[in-house]
């Protein structure tokens, strides 16, 4: 069997956004009515720990209620043709439920919870999460996601698939959060980048061989596929 090219594909909040997600900077600079800072920093939680509970309370029932779009499918179709790894800032399960194999969530997931006091006591969790719920240490159990000023525990391993990719596909991204926004430069010189985002915010002349498709990610991963298939045959 001929070998399957590695791709990475580092995603972001715009990916969703055609299922009915908002992303975090296209709007008024809040996220759902609240300031980033409030609701995704230990210190918001620490201020308010109640309100942070509840706005991750929302997103996490509002997922219930969203699926995952011609996008995040076309990702998955493509791994009849290449050994893809999804690396991904979202915090929904949107790549998961499409059916995508390899799956890592660098800023967390929004189904899981962990011990406000050891990052590594992580629980599934679908329902509502309420001060008073603790882990089997008895310590607050937190929404698990990575906050500003966090680290960023899989940081190594997204490097590393990036460093050995033959392809890497960005889509739906501002790239302005670090270090996410900074993988795609463990890239290899000359690696081939796509870059899928109605209003790209890096430029052809930024890395060496990068191609921008302009479009939605609905729209853009047709054009996309194609030009890959072309690659292939
Ligand atoms: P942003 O909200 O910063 O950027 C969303 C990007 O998606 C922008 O470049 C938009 O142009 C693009 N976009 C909008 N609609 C789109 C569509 N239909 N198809 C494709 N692209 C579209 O989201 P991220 O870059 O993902 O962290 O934000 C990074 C991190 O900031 C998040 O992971 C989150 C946040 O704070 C945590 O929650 C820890």
Redesign the pocket.
């Known amino acids: 069997m001929k070998h399957k090219q590695k791709i990475v594909v580092l995603s972001?909040?715009?990916?969703s956004?055609?299922s009915g997600i908002k992303?975090?900077?296209?709007a008024d600079g809040l996220w759902e009515g609240h300031d980033?800072m409030e609701v995704?920093t230990p210190q918001g939680f620490a201020k308010n720990p109640e309100l942070v509970l509840n706005f991750y309370n929302q997103r996490r029932k509002q997922l219930l209620h969203v699926k995952p779009n011609k996008a995040h499918i076309a990702l998955v179709d493509l791994e009849r043709h290449f050994n893809i790894s999804v690396v991904t800032?979202?915090?929904d399960d949107l790549h998961e439920r499409a059916g995508s194999s390899n799956v890592i969530h660098i800023?967390g997931e929004l189904l899981k919870v962990r011990s406000s006091v050891n990052v590594d006591a992580v629980l599934e969790w679908k329902k509502d999460l309420f001060l008073g719920d603790l882990c089997e240490n008895g310590h607050q159990l937190r929404p698990h996601?990575?906050?500003f000023g966090e680290e960023v525990p899989l940081l190594t391993k997204a490097a590393e698939l990036v460093q050995n990719a033959d392809i890497v596909i960005i889509?739906?991204?501002?790239m302005?959060?670090y270090p996410?926004a900074g993988l795609v430069n463990y890239a290899q010189h000359g690696t081939p980048i796509y870059f899928?985002?109605?209003?790209p915010?890096i430029q052809k002349s930024d890395f060496e061989n990068l191609t921008i498709i302009p479009e939605?990610?609905v729209n853009g991963m047709p054009i996309l596929v194609a030009s890959l298939m072309d690659k292939i045959v």
């Open positions: 972001g909040a715009g990916i956004a055609e992303t975090f900077r296209d980033v995704a800032q979202n915090v800023h996601i990575v906050w889509i739906g991204t501002s302005q959060v996410a899928v985002d109605p209003k915010s939605t990610a």
